[in-house]
């Protein structure tokens, strides 16, 4: 199994759905956990990070589920704007201290 | 301070050549990171910096790579007789802690042609 794994994607939705995205992870130790949002031919940029109990900002809510090793973002209300390729990223995956992303899951909004 | 600076923002070389990346983390925070992202991957760790030392490596890190940390603040990267698989992005990032996430730069997209 691979450390850090997102849904493949891409996902194709219209303005105004509810889209969400699964990630795995490998390490049961891993402590920190993130979603990033990263638009094309440009840096990831830190959306949100991953608590426990779960957080929510706008329309975006985070949940992590330690039992099942996997964290989730769900998008509400998708705006075109939304459109980007999201990044989650886990620590202590792989033997390091350091972040361990995933490859990304592309989301296409449609007017 | 505004942000990560990264420079230069794009490097087209020769196989062969040596080539030499510069980052300018967040002035506050004393951890900096390397990664390297090809198209449809995500963000590959390459090296990690708290202050000058050195602390992580990938151990996937050819001895063609380089990285330095003088003084604790900015970094160079260094890619010695490049290849082309050498060709991706280049990201430095930096946070201010161990629990916190991570500021990228804008990266220095390395051609190797």
């Known amino acids: 199994r691979k450390e850090v794994e997102q849904d493949p994607g891409p996902f194709n939705v219209p303005e105004g759905a509810t889209v969400a995205f699964n990630c795995t992870y490998s390490?049961?130790?891993?402590?920190?956990f993130f979603w990033y949002r990263q638009d094309c031919r440009k840096e990831p940029k830190l959306l949100m990070s991953?608590?426990?109990s779960g957080n929510e900002d706008g329309r975006f809510t985070a949940q992590l589920n330690r039992a099942s090793q996997y964290i989730s973002l769900l998008i509400r209300d998708s705006k075109l704007s939304d459109s980007a390729t999201y990044l989650c990223?886990?620590?202590?995956?792989?033997?390091?201290?350091?972040?361990?992303f995933g490859k990304g899951t592309m989301l296409l909004v449609s007017p | 301070d505004t942000g990560v600076s990264q420079d230069p923002r794009h490097k087209i070389t020769k196989r062969g050549q040596n080539v030499t990346f510069r980052c300018d983390p967040i002035?506050?925070?004393?951890?900096l990171y390397w990664y390297r992202q090809t198209l449809g991957q995500g963000p590959e760790f390459l090296t990690y910096?708290?202050?000058?030392?050195?602390?992580?490596k990938s151990r996937l890190l050819s001895d063609r790579f380089s990285a330095e940390r003088p003084k604790g603040s900015f970094s160079t990267l260094e890619i010695q007789r490049t290849e082309q698989g050498d060709s991706a992005m280049y990201l430095c990032?930096?946070?201010?802690?161990?629990?916190?996430?991570?500021?990228f730069g804008s990266g220095t997209r390395l051609t190797v042609v």
């Open positions: 990032a930096s946070s201010p802690d161990r629990a916190g996430g991570y500021t």
């Open positions: 910096f708290q202050n000058e030392a050195q602390l992580e």
């Open positions: 002035s506050e925070h004393n951890r």
């Open positions: 991953v608590y426990s």
């Open positions: 990223a886990v620590n202590g995956d792989s033997g390091y201290s350091t972040l361990t």
């Open positions: 390490n049961s130790a891993s402590q920190s």
